[in-house]
């Protein structure tokens, strides 16, 4: 069931993908497939220690580093990936504080010339004690929220239950591995990269080189996923293309072979929640203590927002008389993680619906029952203060996906210990940047006439597989009232788009592709019934251009984490269905059931591509992706020994859409892509427990886990 | 140390001086310039340099060119043909993954579709169906299922006679 608005012309239709045939054909160009006669290849020599001081490095015999050009700390005119923090350098300062730290970068017109020389580059180092885990490292970040009397709400709460949950790290494995190809014209720089954010890009080229934002130009060639996985982490990519390309003269092709990408990059922050829960004895919520942790890796990051994201969901979609959660980041010697897909959402999550599970467990409740009980609803109040001001439906959403996955007969049926099981979990997604980030953004989008008689999208957001090029395209011609073939979608080269936000945090759809509609809009009204050929021969050229404003009455306060969090909010109902092999104890997920609230569904076809998508990656996420760190490095850095989804384990996915428009949202669409990362993992775990008969309170849940 | 190895290569004789142990990967995509063909992992194991050799979906990067000397390849470049008009007809299950969703960011696409077509031509190398034919091929993107779904629709259309020469 797709429920869709008639009197749309493209809206709510599954219009065909707009780079679809280039796709299937073979035709999209990404970054590898780009000609570079003349260019040197490229390759980054990295730290075999998690910590320690360089003492020596040796360039061996038998190379002819003539040829080579190296660059080293000296060449940086300014040694920072400009993010949140400064303290994360391009190449190793000397202090090297993870494995995998970039130390020299090495390049030659001979890519086997390259590889050879790699291994006869000898570095020693005088090894520090590395810290490894959350803990015993400072505190890099800490929020505290508090709502209510959280003392005198546990002691008057029939029952206290307190458990301690963990999540792993997870990798991306998008499937085109990072890479950027750079080339100085002048003092100009031209970088095509495989990206998410390319004005994330500019910024960091421009402050490491000391040059202005037109002397930066960057490209985004078709991209083969990102996941968050190519937010941040392609600065550092970047700005080393760049410094070769820059000492040699030469265009540079720096792009990653699958292992170096999966043991340099960044990925999930792993997570240690400690839940206490006070509840009453005939099953209403009344107090919530959450104590969230993340292994924030040895560099800042874009960990502070992730840790953000994580506590500001930790209450999931309940309400809670009084609340305390408080999170911290940790900084260790682990390679720096980073943005993925949930963005610190997933981790608090799974913890609240484990704990939430083990609660109605305690009291002998149907969970669905319980959490029917405690459900948000309009006028509650959130952890943070935030007044939900429309009604999540959550109550219907609960009864379709209970209907859905027939989950009264089969709790009934399947007996606990049984090898089969099924598991529940509801969570709540915020659309967009956390409090008032999407006002310190002050995204940008602009629609240009053509001569011909078209109208060019001009947008910073990318295509990364989720659909930009085609929604974008859909809300423009809808509210141009044009047909689809007059509105293209202009490649992203900086110097021609504006800066609409890094493509993130589900707001493309909904918050840009709001003021791609206000844009669109108001020339609707410019044109006044006059086509885009004649305006723009009448009158020279044709522009509407759009900024983010905040939305009515959404307060925010960073400095006491008060107000309200996000402007709009995705509501999603799992149940997990499982069998575990009595033998090998191989858990098989064979349905996830979901009702799903992400407002207007732009396009179905895209919509449920993105959630089907998401809740793989979150069932891997919850049953085999382990990130096996060893001294510090990913020790398992192959499709080999990572073990991701294929099509022979993914489970089947049944999916129903039950819209709740939102009026700030384009045409009434809220965040899509990273919540089905937040519930299946839960539901997976809740439904291995039940078929096993016992509690899952850390994943991956592999085998080998679930044995010991 | 290079030598001359000569193949089809989406039916056209093709041959080309390379080292007999260069990837085949490689070759398409430098000697041929056919960047269609993707590398993943450089392992063998997410089959985004899928091709067809001799009928068979075969991973690319695990492919010595001397292997393919004398034998029939096929590339995503090659499933496209000529029309009465002039133009160029996409093969039925392209038109199925545009249609379908069954691809996203794009990356596993054309190895995807060219086991999809092995598959397709020979049914019974794969018992187990769709996804057994398809385990070989990793996608981060679409969890399946609309891939899934493009391959049944392609398998649909063909039942039903649509023109299906390939």
């Given at each position: 069931?797709?429920?869709?608005?008639?009197?749309?012309?493209?809206?709510?239709?599954?219009?065909?993908?707009?780079?679809?045939?280039?796709?299937?054909?073979?035709?999209?160009?990404?970054?590898?497939?780009?000609?570079?006669?003349?260019?040197?290849?490229?390759?980054?020599?990295?730290?075999?220690?998690?910590?320690?001081?360089?003492?020596?490095?040796?360039?061996?015999?038998?190379?002819?580093?003539?040829?080579?050009?190296?660059?080293?700390?000296?060449?940086?005119?300014?040694?920072?990936?400009?993010?949140?923090?400064?303290?994360?350098?391009?190449?190793?300062?000397?202090?090297?504080?993870?494995?995998?730290?970039?130390?020299?970068?090495?390049?030659?017109?001979?890519?086997?010339?390259?590889?050879?020389?790699?291994?006869?580059?000898?570095?020693?180092?005088?090894?520090?004690?590395?810290?490894?885990?959350?803990?015993?490292?400072?505190?890099?970040?800490?929020?505290?929220?508090?709502?209510?009397?959280?003392?005198?709400?546990?002691?008057?709460?029939?029952?206290?239950?307190?458990?301690?949950?963990?999540?792993?790290?997870?990798?991306?494995?998008?499937?085109?591995?990072?890479?950027?190809?750079?080339?100085?014209?002048?003092?100009?720089?031209?970088?095509?990269?495989?990206?998410?954010?390319?004005?994330?890009?500019?910024?960091?080229?421009?402050?490491?080189?000391?040059?202005?934002?037109?002397?930066?130009?960057?490209?985004?060639?078709?991209?083969?996923?990102?996941?968050?996985?190519?937010?941040?982490?392609?600065?550092?990519?970047?700005?080393?293309?760049?410094?070769?390309?820059?000492?040699?003269?030469?265009?540079?092709?720096?792009?990653?072979?699958?292992?170096?990408?999966?043991?340099?990059?960044?990925?999930?922050?792993?997570?240690?929640?400690?839940?206490?829960?006070?509840?009453?004895?005939?099953?209403?919520?009344?107090?919530?203590?959450?104590?969230?942790?993340?292994?924030?890796?040895?560099?800042?990051?874009?960990?502070?927002?992730?840790?953000?994201?994580?506590?500001?969901?930790?209450?999931?979609?309940?309400?809670?008389?009084?609340?305390?959660?408080?999170?911290?980041?940790?900084?260790?010697?682990?390679?720096?993680?980073?943005?993925?897909?949930g963005f610190g959402a997933p981790q608090s999550l799974f913890a609240t619906e484990c704990a939430i599970n083990a609660v109605a467990d305690r009291l002998g409740m149907d969970p669905a029952e319980f959490r029917r009980k405690n459900f948000l609803h309009k006028g509650d109040k959130m952890p943070t203060g935030q007044v939900l001001d429309v009604e999540p439906n959550?109550?219907?959403?609960?009864?379709?996906?209970?209907?859905?996955?027939?989950?009264?007969?089969?709790?009934?049926?399947?007996?606990?210990?049984?090898?089969?099981?099924?598991?529940?979990?509801?969570?709540?997604?915020?659309?967009?940047?956390?409090?008032?980030?999407?006002?310190?953004?002050?995204?940008?989008?602009?629609?240009?006439?053509?001569?011909?008689?078209?109208?060019?999208?001009?947008?910073?957001?990318?295509?990364?597989?989720?659909?930009?090029?085609?929604?974008?395209?859909?809300?423009?011609?809808?509210?141009?009232?044009?047909?689809?073939?007059?509105?293209?979608?202009?490649?992203?080269?900086?110097?021609?788009?504006?800066?609409?936000?890094?493509?993130?945090?589900?707001?493309?759809?909904?918050?840009?592709?709001?003021?791609?509609?206000?844009?669109?809009?108001?020339?609707?009204?410019?044109?006044?019934?006059?086509?885009?050929?004649?305006?723009?021969?009448?009158?020279?050229?044709?522009?509407?251009?759009?900024?983010?404003?905040?939305?009515?009455?959404?307060?925010?306060?960073?400095?006491?984490?008060?107000?309200?969090?996000?402007?709009?909010?995705?509501?999603?109902?799992?149940?997990?269905?499982?069998?575990?092999?009595?033998?090998?104890?191989?858990?098989?997920?064979?349905?996830?059931?979901?009702?799903?609230?992400?407002?207007?569904?732009?396009?179905?076809?895209?919509?449920?591509?993105?959630?089907?998508?998401?809740?793989?990656?979150?069932?891997?996420?919850?049953?085999?992706?382990?990130?096996?760190?060893?001294?510090?490095?990913?020790?398992?850095?192959?499709?080999?020994?990572?073990?991701?989804?294929?099509?022979?384990?993914?489970?089947?996915?049944?999916?129903?859409?039950?819209?709740?428009?939102?009026?700030?949202?384009?045409?009434?669409?809220?965040?899509?892509?990273?919540?089905?990362?937040?519930?299946?993992?839960?539901?997976?775990?809740?439904?291995?427990?039940?078929?096993?008969?016992?509690?899952?309170?850390?994943?991956?849940?592999?085998?080998?886990?679930?044995?010991? | 140390?290079?030598?001359?190895?000569?193949f089809q290569l989406n039916g056209r004789e093709k041959t080309v001086q390379a080292h007999p142990m260069a990837r085949l990967l490689d070759v398409l995509r430098q000697d041929c310039s056919l960047t269609g063909t993707k590398e993943g992992c450089g392992e063998g194991e997410c089959g985004a340099c899928t091709v067809i050799i001799d009928g068979r979906a075969v991973m690319s990067c695990m492919v010595p060119v001397c292997q393919v000397h004398g034998s029939k390849v096929e590339s995503i470049e090659g499933l496209e043909s000529m029309g009465a008009d002039g133009q160029t007809c996409l093969h039925l299950i392209q038109e199925?993954?545009?249609?379908?969703?069954?691809?996203?960011?794009?990356?596993?696409?054309?190895?995807?579709?060219?086991?999809?077509?092995?598959?397709?031509?020979?049914?019974?190398?794969?018992?187990?169906?769709?996804?057994?034919?398809?385990?070989?091929?990793?996608?981060?993107?679409?969890?399946?299922?609309?891939?899934?779904?493009?391959?049944?629709?392609?398998?649909?259309?063909?039942?039903?006679?649509?023109?299906?020469?390939?």
């Amino acid at each position: 069931m797709t429920p869709s608005n008639p009197t749309y012309q493209y809206v709510g239709k599954s219009v065909l993908r707009n780079e679809g045939r280039n796709k299937v054909t073979g035709r999209a160009v990404y970054v590898d497939d780009i000609a570079t006669p003349g260019a040197l290849y490229a390759k980054t020599i990295r730290s075999t220690v998690a910590c320690g001081r360089i003492k020596d490095i040796q360039f061996g015999p038998g190379i002819p580093w003539d040829e080579f050009t190296v660059v080293d700390v000296r060449d940086i005119p300014h040694n920072v990936v400009e993010l949140i923090k400064a303290d994360q350098p391009v190449l190793c300062d000397g202090v090297v504080r993870h494995r995998e730290e970039p130390i020299l970068l090495i390049a030659h017109p001979d890519k086997g010339m390259v590889e050879n020389a790699a291994r006869e580059i000898k570095i020693t180092y005088e090894v520090e004690p590395a810290i490894l885990e959350i803990g015993p490292g400072a505190v890099q970040t800490e929020y505290l929220i508090v709502e209510g009397d959280v003392d005198a709400a546990f002691a008057s709460s029939d029952i206290v239950f307190e458990e301690t949950y963990q999540t792993g790290s997870q990798e991306h494995v998008y499937i085109e591995p990072n890479g950027f190809i750079a080339e100085w014209q002048g003092d100009r720089i031209v970088l095509h990269g495989s990206l998410q954010c390319p004005y994330y890009v500019v910024k960091a080229v421009k402050m490491c080189f000391g040059i202005e934002e037109k002397q930066v130009e960057v490209i985004q060639e078709t991209t083969g996923g990102g996941f968050g996985g190519k937010e941040e982490f392609p600065n550092v990519v970047a700005l080393h293309a760049a410094l070769l390309a820059k000492k040699s003269g030469k265009p540079v092709r720096l792009i990653y072979d699958r292992q170096e990408d999966m043991a340099c990059s960044t990925k999930r922050h792993p997570s240690v929640s400690r839940v206490k829960i006070g509840v009453s004895r005939d099953g209403v919520l009344k107090a919530l203590d959450f104590d969230f942790q993340i292994d924030a890796g040895a560099y800042v990051t874009l960990s502070p927002v992730v840790l953000s994201r994580g506590v500001l969901h930790a209450g999931g979609c309940y309400r809670w008389p009084a609340a305390r959660i408080r999170g911290r980041s940790f900084t260790t010697n682990s390679p720096p993680y980073g943005a993925f897909r949930g963005f610190g959402a997933p981790q608090s999550l799974f913890a609240t619906e484990c704990a939430i599970n083990a609660v109605a467990d305690r009291l002998g409740m149907d969970p669905a029952e319980f959490r029917r009980k405690n459900f948000l609803h309009k006028g509650d109040k959130m952890p943070t203060g935030q007044v939900l001001d429309v009604e999540p439906n959550l109550d219907a959403m609960l009864d379709r996906v209970i209907a859905m996955s027939g989950w009264a007969e089969k709790r009934a049926s399947m007996k606990k210990g049984s090898g089969r099981g099924v598991g529940l979990a509801t969570i709540l997604h915020g659309t967009g940047f956390t409090g008032s980030g999407e006002v310190y953004l002050q995204s940008r989008v602009a629609l240009a006439g053509r001569a011909d008689g078209k109208v060019d999208i001009l947008v910073g957001s990318t295509e990364i597989g989720q659909g930009t090029e085609t929604i974008f395209r859909q809300i423009a011609a809808e509210a141009l009232r044009l047909p689809m073939e007059q509105v293209e979608f202009h490649k992203i080269r900086t110097s021609a788009v504006p800066n609409s936000g890094p493509t993130v945090a589900s707001r493309t759809c909904s918050v840009v592709g709001r003021l791609v509609q206000r844009a669109a809009e108001q020339m609707f009204e410019k044109l006044d019934g006059k086509s885009v050929a004649e305006y723009v021969k009448a009158n020279g050229s044709l522009r509407t251009e759009t900024q983010f404003e905040p939305r009515p009455g959404l307060k925010w306060d960073d400095a006491t984490y008060k107000g309200s969090a996000y402007g709009a909010y995705s509501w999603m109902c799992n149940v997990a269905e499982v069998q575990v092999d009595p033998v090998t104890a191989t858990p098989k997920v064979e349905t996830i059931f979901a009702t799903v609230d992400i407002g207007t569904l732009i396009n179905p076809t895209l919509a449920y591509g993105q959630v089907e998508g998401g809740v793989a990656q979150a069932v891997g996420w919850a049953t085999s992706e382990k990130v096996t760190l060893r001294d510090g490095v990913m020790a398992n850095c192959q499709m080999t020994n990572y073990i991701i989804p294929t099509s022979v384990d993914a489970p089947d996915i049944q999916l129903e859409f039950m819209p709740t428009p939102d009026p700030f949202g384009a045409f009434g669409a809220k965040g899509v892509g990273e919540m089905p990362m937040d519930g299946p993992a839960p539901a997976v775990t809740a439904a291995i427990g039940h078929a096993i008969n016992k509690t899952i309170s850390a994943i991956p849940a592999t085998p080998e886990d679930l044995i010991s | 140390m290079t030598t001359n190895i000569t193949f089809q290569l989406n039916g056209r004789e093709k041959t080309v001086q390379a080292h007999p142990m260069a990837r085949l990967l490689d070759v398409l995509r430098q000697d041929c310039s056919l960047t269609g063909t993707k590398e993943g992992c450089g392992e063998g194991e997410c089959g985004a340099c899928t091709v067809i050799i001799d009928g068979r979906a075969v991973m690319s990067c695990m492919v010595p060119v001397c292997q393919v000397h004398g034998s029939k390849v096929e590339s995503i470049e090659g499933l496209e043909s000529m029309g009465a008009d002039g133009q160029t007809c996409l093969h039925l299950i392209q038109e199925a993954f545009i249609k379908c969703g069954g691809a996203q960011c794009g990356i596993c696409t054309p190895g995807m579709i060219m086991a999809a077509v092995a598959y397709l031509r020979q049914p019974e190398s794969a018992p187990g169906g769709v996804a057994e034919a398809l385990e070989g091929n990793l996608c981060r993107c679409t969890g399946y299922t609309r891939i899934f779904e493009s391959v049944k629709t392609a398998i649909d259309r063909m039942k039903t006679g649509a023109n299906q020469s390939r």
